[in-house]
């Protein structure tokens, strides 16, 4: 099957927003195994959208179109669409009604241009947004089926894998085809180290297609199998992955919809195990990201963003000598924080970042992106130095992910000796 | 001018690749005052590289294609150009020896695949690349300039602006348009509500266009004039921005580039304010944000991130009494967190919050989304109720963002009694 891509919106096509949509929907309908033949992009007008619907439907057998359905006047992309396949509009009275219903639980006031939302071209499907406000729709037309969404992200994110691809795939079950496929994430190397350490592998023989979608800092390495039969299909994966592990074991993080907090998170959790965590250079985003896991109180005691020797004194007891003596970011002083966190927290473990996030604030001796890390369990204390050389946001994002992995390394290797 | 952008390779349509050149192009044009109509992704094949080309064609004054100029097999793009326009191809011996002379001079072996990049249709205007190997060209049909540049993003990012850009300015010395535009930046107001208030003017008159970027947790409006001169431009924006600005001021918190932490962190540092934050349910959230502006150890004493009743008790000095009587998510515990942290952090400012992110833990009283803020300067505490009702990860990002406003609008009141 060919799906084509239209999305719809000014600020695409201005510069102003680079369009995420477009990639993310083309890489969903390469992982079903499905061929993607065109992408365009056009600003919310009339003319345009209905041009660009017909380019796209001329070449596809299904259609995704994203944005343009908001409750505002530039939001056009429903009045387009009716136009240029001569529909009528009308207001879906059970969409307008859970529309007022979200706006009152959400304590929001209702302005009638909302009402904008729940209106659709006569004979579509609906498709509910689980995270937002505008519904999107199936439309049928020519044998081709165009499933229209808001364009916010996070929306395209929930309703197309969700809500587009299931119908997609059952107009297509004379496809007997069946994909599975594997995310494999990685962090703390290249991908064109990856990509040389896998040349090794015939993934073609193997049956399996391989893709690599870096996103800092971590790198997702995907393998797709596409066959007539779901064992098969498993099969394949399973040799692919086997040989993926065997080469790059120490760098593999997390497999498909895991991520580094949420493993980091089930291990402490499995174990009965308790946190704290004393950070510097890293500012909080360590204990920002486990406690995106629901149910992180239960393991993570307290944090400390302790940014000043003050806070160092005070909350980790790193004596005034040592900081004098050996300066902020250092050794020493990581390994305090890391002790001391974990005994004032009364927890199993201490963890702690100090470091130079940059721009300013680097030595020649100490240059920005200098890190130490450290992690303690009350019997000996472990700590690492680090020369990273990126932005602030990116040292402070691979520091979290370093510490993290540190961290999840600690956890399994004592479960190895259990 | 109307400027159609075309992007060409597998990788963009599988979703492999981010398409960074379209988005990259568009706001250059856009920048030039131009409109960019239309920007298409297209595989490396013929047939829909000639569609592509021409329905571009149809609805612009010059296109800017990019991709598929390298030596590899499936760089097809000036093989698909040709035919498409029924034009021979011819070596350039110039570039051919240029060619060489850079293998040479880079130690590069020459193999004879490359000589492929020396290869144009016949009539056109060759582009040199500054920093690789695939040169550009131009080529003119019906009255309309097509540019071709190889599709690598630091190539594109020299040869658009530095070659191609000047020769479509000449082509259309005539329209002489300048473009002026302004980000106001929203938040604790829907996108919906900031239409309806808006609407009462009549931007079109103002000879400004207006839109709306959602955002969570905020919602960016942007003004953009286009008109002939600098001067008329800047004066229309102006205008427009006056009008948004007196309607919808108090949920305004930043322009253009400017961010919520930033403008905190400039106000903090501007005052010589300091600040100690505790967070329960945001998690390190609102210190992250605050240290990825540069220079925050300035301000920024420590933050506590206090998950459990006993760290609310060591590191803020809440008491076990308070805890037990009014249960850690209460007003009563956000103030004496706010208190605690500004006491103990010997700050000007203490700021604080307790809440429950979800999915779990609400009760029928304290519903998920229930969240306290506090803010603490020595002489009065002040502390705010909410109900939010989203996931976990955006109450924490709602509660880190209305934290952080709370917090700048304190610090802008006491500016007005300066």
Known sequence: MKVGIVT???ELISGKTQDTNSSFIARLMTVQGWRVPVAISVPDDEGAIRVALSYCMSMSDAVVVTGGLGPTLDDITTAAIAAAFGLTLYTDESVLANLKERFKNFHLKWTDNNAKQAVFPE?????ENPVGSAWGYFLKKDGKIIAVVPGVPSEVQRMVPESVVPVFRRKLETETSYIESRTIKLSGITEARIDQILAAVNFGTLGVDIGFY??????QVVL???CASEKEAKERIKKAEICVTEKLRQYIFAYDQDTLEGTVAK????KKLTLAVAESCTGGLITDRLTDVPGSSVFLERGVVAYSNESKKDLLDVSEDVLRDYGAVSEQVAVLMAEGVRRRGGCDLGLATTGIAGPTGGTDEKPVGTVFIALADGTRTHCRHFSFRWGRRRNK?????TALIMLKRYLEGERAHE
């Open 224 to 226: 797709t199998a596409r």
């Open 8 to 10: 719809i919106g000014n």
């Open 267 to 270: 291990l402490l959790s499995e």
């Open 397 to 401: 994002a691979i520091t979290s992910q």
């Open 214 to 219: 870096p996103s800092f800092p971590e790198i």
């Open 123 to 127: 004979g579509v499907e609906t498709i």
